[in-house]
Structures are given as structure tokens and as C-alpha cells.
Antibody, heavy 119, light 107 residues
């Protein structure tokens, strides 16, 4: 069974940093691109970042470019999101999601981890 | 950047009725890169449709997707009580983006 479990969320002050993790199991992690998607309270889904299976290709939304860094450790079946210079508008539930290629889509999602940026 | 606009923002229908949700792209999107998701309160999104018209594993056949170019549609042929939720379209043709969502509520 495919499982994605996020961790690392919490309360952080504006300007602070946080590192999110996503532990993957039930599939060959090293064969899939992975994404981070976030959802602010009461709002819609926003794509944040994508990383290819071997980390060769990395993409960011303009809203986080230069502040967030996506990475992965295929030996540990783990995906990460390093978030620096956090702002109030980064407050959201952050989901990791597996990217299925061919007809590209996110076929599995974690349960999400809440990041709150507030003083 | 491709902007996806969903309409209507809220759709009020009764169980048993047919629902038609629209997703319009600011520029043409390959059908291979258009997906639909369902999200219920407190839950992660669930993949419904990919490649504009292919149902994901385990999705009932009352859900169908269609469209091409800039106009895509999600149709729920006969609403069940569990179908009332928020629906999002997503494109991967140019990076990735989501529509703002359509809330399907019970009338």
C-alpha cells in the first residue's frame, strides 16, 4: 500500500525557517517525481515545488522561489522541503504528493502537515 | 503561467441530479496534462480523472471528464450524497497549477 506521511510542521515566527519531511513507503520511491502542494486555511490548492526522481529537475512556484528548497534522499525514501524567510502568507497545510507520468497527475497524497507563520 | 478558471464557484444540486463543472485554461493545455480532484473537509485531495477523461483507480463510472484545448468539463451523472465536496482541476502542461475550485453543495 502506498503511504506518504508528512512531518515537521508547526508554529514559526515570520522570517523563521522550518524543514518538512515526507516519508514514502509501498512503492519504489526512486522511480517517481514528487511534489509539494499547499492549502492555506479555507483556500484552494497551490502547487509549491516538484523534483524529478533523480533530483535532476527541480521547479518552484514564483511565490516560494529563492526561499524554499526541495530535496530528496532516495536511500531513505524521503522527500524534504526546507522553508526559509517564512511569511504569514506561507501559513498552510503542506501536502506531499506522488507524481505519475504519462498523463501527468498526482495519484497519491499524504495527510498533510500544518505550518503556521505568526508572531 | 497557465491560469485555470473554474465555474461555477458554487453549485447547489440535489442527490440524483447531474452536475457539470467547468475548467477553462488561459492557454491551450494538452489533454494528457489535465486532471480533476475531489476534496472533502479535513481530507487530502483525491484523484478522480487524469488525461482529461481517464478515471483513476476505484472511481465510480458516474464520474466522467471531457474537453480539449482550453475547455474541460467534469460531469457527475447522478449525484450521490458522498459526492458533495470541492472539486479542483489541475494542469501540468506548463509547470503545474490548480483552478480555484468548485464547491458542490446539497440543495
Amino acid at each position: 500500500e502506498v503511504q506518504l506521511v508528512e512531518s515537521g510542521g508547526g508554529l514559526v515566527k515570520p522570517g523563521g525557517s522550518l524543514r518538512l519531511s515526507c516519508a514514502a513507503s509501498g512503492f519504489t520511491f526512486s522511480s517517481y517525481s514528487m511534489n509539494w502542494v499547499r492549502q492555506a486555511p479555507g483556500k484552494g490548492l497551490e502547487w509549491v515545488s516538484s523534483i524529478s526522481s533523480s533530483s535532476s529537475y527541480i521547479y518552484y512556484a514564483d511565490s516560494v522561489k529563492g526561499r524554499f528548497t526541495i530535496s530528496r534522499d532516495n536511500a531513505k525514501n524521503s522527500l524534504y522541503l526546507q522553508m526559509n524567510s517564512l511569511r504569514a502568507e506561507d501559513t498552510a497545510v503542506y501536502y506531499c504528493a506522488r507524481e505519475r507520468r504519462g498523463a501527468t497527475r498526482n495519484d497519491y497524497w499524504g495527510q498533510g502537515t500544518l505550518v503556521t507563520v505568526s508572531s | 503561467e497557465i491560469v485555470l478558471t473554474q465555474s461555477p464557484g458554487t453549485l447547489s444540486l440535489s442527490p440524483g441530479e447531474r452536475a457539470t463543472l467547468s475548467c477553462r485554461a488561459s492557454q491551450s493545455v494538452s489533454s494528457s496534462y489535465l486532471a480533476w480532484y475531489q476534496q472533502k473537509p479535513g481530507q487530502a485531495p483525491r484523484l478522480l480523472i487524469y488525461g482529461a477523461s481517464s478515471r483513476a483507480t476505484g472511481i465510480p463510472d458516474r464520474f466522467s471528464g471531457s474537453g480539449s484545448g482550453t475547455d474541460f468539463t467534469l460531469t457527475i451523472s447522478r449525484l450521490e450524497p458522498e459526492d458533495f465536496a470541492v472539486y479542483y482541476c489541475q494542469q501540468y502542461g506548463s509547470l503545474c497549477s490548480f483552478g480555484q475550485g468548485t464547491k458542490l453543495e446539497i440543495k
